[in-house]
């Protein structure tokens, strides 16, 4: 298993990371199979969307805060309720299929670590499971 850092400058972003999980496989050598994806945070998200037009992730943040999730009274008392909602929509994990050594992704496809209650330093952990 191999770990990303990833440090955040906004409360709310979406950050590029398919080159860093390139990289790992790159790094292990490995050939075939499944790559998980996967942040052990709770306000925090792994996503997979376009990375051609750079509007997307503006856009998505935009969309998931238009919900009205900001607006509820929550009991929780550290404020970070909406957070905490968003992660859980997008999820904290992708799979992503590894053939001949890479990623095998749309064209229009990038891997996102999504942050929603940051600035923050994020893990990312990718682990590999099939043929090296």
């Not at 999820?91 to 670590?113: K, P």
Request: glycine residues 8%.
């Amino acid at each position: 298993m191999k770990e990303i850092s990833v440090s955040t400058n906004r409360k709310e972003e979406l950050i590029d990371i398919t080159r860093a999980v390139a990289k790992c496989i790159d790094e292990e050598n490995f050939h075939d199979g499944i790559c998980v994806i996967f942040t052990p945070h709770t306000t925090g998200a792994v996503t997979i969307n376009e990375n051609a037009d750079p509007d997307v992730k503006s856009d998505m943040i935009r969309g998931l805060s238009s919900v009205g999730i900001e607006n509820v009274r929550y009991d929780h008392s550290e404020g970070n309720s909406p957070a905490h909602i968003k992660s859980s929509l997008v999820g904290v994990s992708e799979t992503v299929i590894i053939e001949n050594g890479r990623l095998i992704l749309g064209t229009w496809q990038g891997i996102y670590f999504c942050e929603f209650d940051g600035p923050r330093k994020r893990k990312v952990y990718v682990k590999m499971i099939g043929n090296s």
